[in-house]
């Protein structure tokens, strides 16, 4: 399933265009709601759990994009593009785009501080990312 906006994407480099892969589809959900529960883990440290909701979000963010025939090798494009692929506002992708930059910090430069509230928004808007994506599957 073609979309202008990503297509405009894949002639400028952001993306690339392949084909869909229904299967790769149903594993990345499946290993989006699989890191979305450890997310949710009392036991875990707060920053496990933060990189667990962002890791989920991503591989369900992705799901979406490979669902309609694209990839990225970017994550924070993978999160921009929620637009196009589920219809996301950009308050809603912008909050994924907050969590690549702390998950920058700490990946690149060994900092992060997060509070458990943004644990908990995070596994909240995950948890509909998941299931927007879902519903692309049964279509």
Not at 22 to 28: G, I, K, L, N, Q
Not at 50 to 57: E, G, I, L, R, V
Not at 110 to 133: K, P, R
Request: with cysteine.
């Amino acid at each position: 399933m073609s979309l202008p906006e990503l297509d405009n994407l894949v002639r400028i480099g952001q993306l690339k265009a392949e084909p869909r892969n229904a299967t790769e589809v149903t594993r990345m959900l499946a290993m989006a709601q699989t890191r979305l529960s450890d997310a949710k883990l009392s036991n875990v440290s707060l920053e496990g759990r933060f990189t667990s909701a962002y890791n989920a979000a991503h591989a369900a963010a992705l799901a979406a994009l490979r669902w309609h025939g694209y990839r990225s090798e970017n994550r924070y494009t993978v999160f921009q593009c929620l637009a196009h692929t589920l219809g996301w506002h950009a308050n809603r992708w912008r909050v994924l785009d907050t969590a690549h930059q702390k998950r920058n910090l700490a990946e690149y430069e060994g900092y992060l501080e997060v509070e458990e509230s943004t644990v908990a928004e995070m596994c909240a808007l995950v948890q509909t990312l998941i299931e927007d994506a879902q519903v692309l599957i049964v279509k």
